[in-house]
């Protein structure tokens, strides 16, 4: 569907006074990231990426995106509950797969030694693409669920303002006015309040752990800010500090630097260079501990490529949320074809497909934070090297999903102002609390639109590539 502001993207002189108005508005309101050259503090810092027009979100699917995130969250918390699940879908990767495995191995010495752990905290993140059918209509399609780490939750609560400020001066008042409020930082925040009061010590703190570097800062604090208004004690640490100063007492509760930590908010954790010997003993401290992790190790490893492939498989669903066709059925119409590379039949049958169709589909290894998926030529390349050998199975196959370009502005730092053909990939923040068996909290606390250039096939924000937008819902 074409923008209502179609007719000024190609009006040069009125797009390069929107986007001056655009970045000074995007500092104001503190869509911010620390630079590339002076990572480490926050002296210089930069706003975000961000493009210069909201984009055009059909409200059908917005809406679908919204009411199949409680069930996400239900099936999320069901799988990190289900042992002989995890156990059996993830088998064939950790054989091949060395950073699942040893996630998996925490997972299984966690639950011999038994948790200490009774209250549990998810924030996740659905990611979707419209997908553009052969008669022209869209479709709602998953791309992936982010269980560890779901970031700009902060950064996008602040990006309408700026859409809203740029289509006025476009002489678009009207639409202006039709954008939504959104706020994903505050329904977190809500999330993370709840599972430290039901932890019930008042004097416990929340520990944001963090990167090395941490250009993302200002994202992660707008989450903070929202607990200190709830006068909730906020530390940020590393694995290395945890590593050196973390410690169980007889109960398993967990203290860094003396003070007792009720919840553990992973903004770190889940690529493989986060971790040496030191770090995964740490990673083993923390997830033996009383405290609420988001997330802990079952959850993270629920958010796998190779969980979400198995899940696709007819009836797996159905055996993971009994008693809940609707909600089966809701998740499942989000389902783009998914593929297991397992040694087998199966396998060689759908490798041979997709060498002999690579445009058809995505290749994904056991990897986050974007720039690890294969494509066209590339694709071929590698599954041809494989196909015949057991590493084929730390992959699995993924339909392509094809939007539905727009032209939009991505404005940059230091980048030159140019039209981009524009593809966009809508996330709706998850938050649930479970204290025992039962549900507390269960919610969808917020969305996230990325839009990036269709010349780059793979990566987020933070990889460089996708920049942030609003939805403009009609
Ligand atoms: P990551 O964990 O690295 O974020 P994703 O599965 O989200 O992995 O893939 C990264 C990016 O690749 C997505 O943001 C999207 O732009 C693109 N992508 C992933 N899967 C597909 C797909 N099936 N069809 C089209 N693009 C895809
Ligand atoms: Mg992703």
Redesign the pocket.
Known sequence: MAAPWQDVVRDAAAVREAAAVAVDAALLAGVLMRTGEQPRASDVVNYAPFTLLPTVVPQDLFEQAYAVQQDFNLLVDAISQNKEFLEQTLASTIKVDDFTARLFRIYMQVLEEGLAQNVFLGINRS?Y?FDCGVDGTAAL?Q??I?TIAASFGGLTSRTADVHRLVLKVLGKTKEASRLLPNNPSKGLALGIAKAWELYGSQSAVVMFLVEEIQRNIFDQRCVELELWNRNIRVIRRRFRDVFEKGSLDGSRRLYIDGQEVAVVYYREGYVPQTYDQQNWEARLLLERSRAVKCPDIATQLAGT?KVQQELSRPGTLEKLLPGHPEAVARVRATF?GLYSLDEGEEGDKIAATAIADPERF?L?PQ???????LYGEELRQVLEKIKDSPERTSYIL?????PQPALNYLLRAHSPLQVSECIS?LGIFGVYVRQGQQMVMNKAAGHLL?T?ATEH????VAAGV?VLDTPYVV
């Not at 990897?367 to 998926?373: K, M």
């Not at 096939?457 to 987020?460: I, N, R, Y």
């Open positions: 990611d693409m399609k791309i992936e982010n490529k783009a995505v994904k990897r986050e934070g974007g720039g690890n998926n993924m339909d392509k999903i094809k990939e990325r990036k096939a793979d990566g987020g996708a």
